[in-house]
């Protein structure tokens, strides 16, 4: 829980500063106020929630290797498969903001770097970690991702894509499950 509510308080407070800087109408698409594109801050909403939920996501990739085991296909297809979505729609925001092809590529380069350094630091820093650290690390991702869907993503797609949104959500979410559950099998 303290991981979950970690996580949540760090994107919101990351995302609460992105509006100090000029952002804050960003999640309107549509409509009156900053107009998507204009700010940059919904593609950098996009960009904190990707960072805070890489990190330990690729902590644990390390972490899996702990094991000897190697690298979980299964892990690997639910990780890409859930980051395809936010970076797609974090380029898009980057794009309508402007932004060259050159530091859009830049900054993804960047957060593979981070990301990769995360992976290896999770197996070679929490070789000897508790059951709870790596709840606590696994929790924190969980609390960015959710509080980034909830307030960046979700209400602009059930602006375009109404209410299938929701079962297609759901859907998702059942098949990285399912993914996990045939590999455990």
Do not use: C, H
């Amino acid at each position: 829980a303290l991981g979950l509510f970690a996580g949540a308080l760090t994107f919101f407070l990351g995302d609460w500063y992105i509006d100090r800087m000029g952002g804050e109408g960003r999640k309107r698409s549509q409509g009156t106020g900053v107009e998507a594109g204009e700010g940059g801050g919904s593609s950098l909403s996009l960009t904190l929630g990707i960072v805070l939920d890489g990190i330990p996501e690729s902590i644990t990739l390390g972490l899996t290797l702990l094991g000897g085991a190697g690298v979980s296909a299964a892990m690997l297809a639910a990780i890409f498969l859930s980051n395809l979505p936010e970076s797609m729609a974090a380029t898009t925001g980057f794009q309508k903001d402007g932004r060259s092809r050159d530091r859009i590529l830049r900054l993804w380069i960047a957060i593979i770097a981070i990301s990769g350094i995360a992976s290896l630091a999770g197996y070679g820093l929490f070789d000897d970690a508790s059951p709870e650290t790596i709840a606590f690390v696994l929790a924190f991702a969980g609390g960015a991702v959710l509080t980034m869907l909830a307030d960046t993503m979700m209400p602009e797609a059930f602006e375009y894509g109404g209410k299938l949104v929701g079962l297609l959500t759901t859907f998702g979410f059942a098949v990285s499950v399912a993914i996990v559950a045939l590999e455990n099998a």
